[in-house]
């Protein structure tokens, strides 16, 4: 019996026009993606707070408000002070944005000292000076705020956004940007994916992680898609630039 070593035949260089796959992983595995939807939102999924205010300060109207005349009221001007407040700070920062840290600083600044005159109780002392001022809302005032907005919230949010929307594949991007036109399609190679810039408060805070995402393709005369408020958008980022390196490989 022989006891020579035996030698592997080194496989084959690969052909000068083939190309990289990267990350091939064994069919119906947990960590095949084979594409990823990426939804955009209108500026109505930053007004969460506004429903949810109105909803808590309803409660606490009714538990502690006087119910003289039967209507029921709160004793002081706090909860009346902490909504207009809320309403005035989310209208702003959802259509307005401020990039930096200087939207965070001044908004937190600004809720916190809210909060804490309404908890001292300050605010009638201090809209009183001003004039003599009451901003006082029924518990049932709050709810014609906060149902309607809440209910007009979860169809614009799960519904009507989700009918614009861009899907990443490997080697192609699909898009709809208006809701009811057709699926258009174009290569990915010499695409150019960007998260913009970050409004602090607008997407960490009132976004709970979102970001606006920006696609420039490398052919001639195709548009630039831009797609505002997308959720987790950094999560999705890692996904789209793997997808985009890989492209679809067929075994005869």
Known sequence: MSTEPQTSTPPPPAPPTSVAVYNVVRPGTKEEVDHIVVYGHSSLLYWWPVWLVSFVLAGVTYA???RSGGVTVSNTNGPGAVFVITLLAVAVSSTV???GMVSVVATVSVIAVTVAF???GWWGDILGFLGGLEIRINAAGYLCVGVP???AWLAVV???DRQHYVIFGRGQIRYVLEVGDSEVVMPAEGAIVEKKRSDAFRHWVLGLGAGDLVIRS???NTPTIELKNVLHIRRKMAVIDK???EKAVTVD
């Open 64 to 66: 502690e408000g006087d």
């Open 97 to 99: 944005i401020f990039r």
């Open 118 to 120: 309404a908890w001292f």
């Open 149 to 151: 907005l809440f209910l």
């Open 158 to 160: 799960g519904l009507y």
């Open 218 to 220: 490398g052919g001639h």
């Open 243 to 245: 997808l985009l390196r």
